[in-house]
């Protein structure tokens, strides 16, 4: 396995690789679970050259303690991927590498879908995201980039960042993977204690609730219903429960049946913060 510490020696490594070869990029922030493992392994499996980006990116971080605490487990990243398949190549570079020694996020018009749920509650994130992701499929210039529904604001953003800046690449959003009691895999899971992990699961049965409710509640009722749910929880905290179009992420106002809604939710567990979503 491969590991690059700079853009140069990737880009250099890259210009070898036959024309022919299908490239695909999996871009981390490192802390790797089996949520990652699933991206990699569909890329793997699409692809004959796979790029695994290890980077945690401090310009999407608005909490400088949450950037802080974000775990770094590289040699156990490297295992997890090794097992995968030993031709993977990883890009670990530093954060003067990746912004040339300016650490300063672009700014991009994403058209709203950056100012609601995440974007309401987490300043300039997206623009940090833009800005990284951007800067990846462009060094990487991959075929297909993969990334996961947990954050599927993120992936719609990313997909109008690729429309806007006009950068060939297929963009493919993979579904959530779950702990087995129903949990989204996060890295930040590991922050919690068992008995609180396994109390988070009522984010997720929640969303299966209100998904039921859905089909023949209103919008409004259906908030509202979820709301009250976590009144009643001492260690839950919500921070936001949208329904949104999914193209647009705009809230709800009226049922259209030919628009497809998807729930998204922001949870506080200990001061963890855990985010989920279901297609409706």
Not at 125 to 140: K, Q, R
Request: glycine letters at 4%; hydrophobic letters at 40%.
């Amino acid at each position: 396995m491969l590991v690059f510490k700079t853009k140069k020696e990737l880009s250099d490594h890259i210009s070898t690789l036959p024309k022919t070869n299908n490239l695909g990029l999996v871009p981390t922030m490192g802390a790797l679970h089996t949520g990652h493992t699933s991206l990699v392994q569909k890329a793997v499996n699409e692809n004959q050259t796979v790029v695994v980006s290890i980077f945690v990116n401090p310009t999407q971080f608005d909490n400088k303690e949450d950037l802080a605490k974000y775990p770094d487990t590289f040699d156990d990243d490297l295992d997890l991927l090794s097992s995968i398949s030993e031709d993977i190549l990883i890009f670990s570079p530093s954060a003067d590498e990746v912004y040339d020694h300016k650490i300063k996020a672009k700014k991009y018009n994403f058209e709203g879908l950056d100012t609601v749920m995440e974007g309401a509650f987490r300043d300039d994130h997206f623009n940090g995201v833009g800005t990284i992701v951007e800067a990846l499929l462009l060094l990487v210039k991959p075929d297909r980039a993969y990334f996961g529904e947990k954050d599927f604001q993120q992936l719609q953003i990313i997909r109008k960042l690729v429309q806007q800046q006009n950068i060939p690449v297929e963009i493919i959003g993979c579904p959530i993977v779950r702990e087995t009691n129903g949990l989204a895999m996060s890295s930040r899971n590991e922050r919690l204690s068992k008995q609180l992990r396994q109390k988070a699961s009522f984010i997720y049965h929640t969303l299966l609730t209100a998904k039921e409710k859905f089909g023949t509640e209103n919008a409004d009722y259906v908030l509202d219903w979820v709301k009250e749910q976590f009144n009643e929880q001492e260690d839950l905290e919500l921070e936001y429960i949208e329904i949104t179009d999914v193209e647009t992420l705009s809230p709800i106002t009226r049922k259209n049946e030919k628009l497809k809604y998807r729930a998204f939710i922001a949870v506080y567990a200990d001061g963890v913060r855990l985010i989920d979503n279901i297609a409706l």
